[in-house]
C-alpha cells in the first residue's frame, strides 16, 4: 500500500490550494479515504473523511463548509480543495486509510503554510 501526497505550499489567508493522495497497492475503490492533518506541538487532527463510492462525505469542525473531500476511483487519488484559507491551517497533511478494518495506512504528509 502506497499514499503519495502532493499539493502543500505556501499560500495566503484568504487563498486556495488543493492537495492530491494517489493510492497504489490496493482497491482503492473499496476503502474509505481521510485526511488528517498535524500543526507543530499539536495532536494529529481528522480534516475529512469520504465513503469509498464518494456518496458520504464529514469534515471537522475547523473546516466544514471551507474544505472539500472528493475522489476519483478511476484514478486511485482522492482529493481535498482548500478555500478561505486561514493561518491555523498550516500543518502537515497527511492522506490515511483503513484497510481489512485494522491495518492503518499513511502518506508521507504535505506540507501547508498560510503566511502573507
Known amino acids: 500500500v502506497q499514499l503519495v501526497e502532493s499539493g502543500g505550499g505556501l499560500v495566503q489567508p484568504g487563498g486556495s490550494l488543493r492537495l492530491s493522495c494517489a493510492a497504489s497497492?490496493?482497491?482503492?475503490?473499496?476503502?474509505?479515504m481521510r485526511w488528517y492533518r498535524q500543526a507543530p506541538g499539536k495532536e494529529r487532527e481528522l480534516v475529512a473523511s469520504?465513503?469509498?463510492?464518494?456518496?458520504?462525505?464529514n469534515y471537522g469542525s475547523s473546516v466544514k463548509g471551507r474544505f472539500g473531500i472528493s475522489r476519483d476511483n478511476g484514478k486511485n487519488t482522492v482529493f481535498l480543495q482548500m478555500n478561505s484559507l486561514k493561518p491555523e491551517d498550516a500543518a502537515v497533511y497527511y492522506c490515511?486509510?483503513?484497510?481489512?478494518?485494522?491495518?492503518?495506512?499513511w502518506g508521507q504528509g504535505t506540507q501547508v503554510t498560510v503566511s502573507s
Open positions: 497497492g490496493f482497491t482503492f475503490s473499496t476503502y474509505a
Open positions: 469520504i465513503t469509498s463510492d464518494g456518496g458520504s462525505t
Open positions: 490515511q486509510t483503513t484497510i481489512s478494518c485494522f491495518y492503518d495506512y
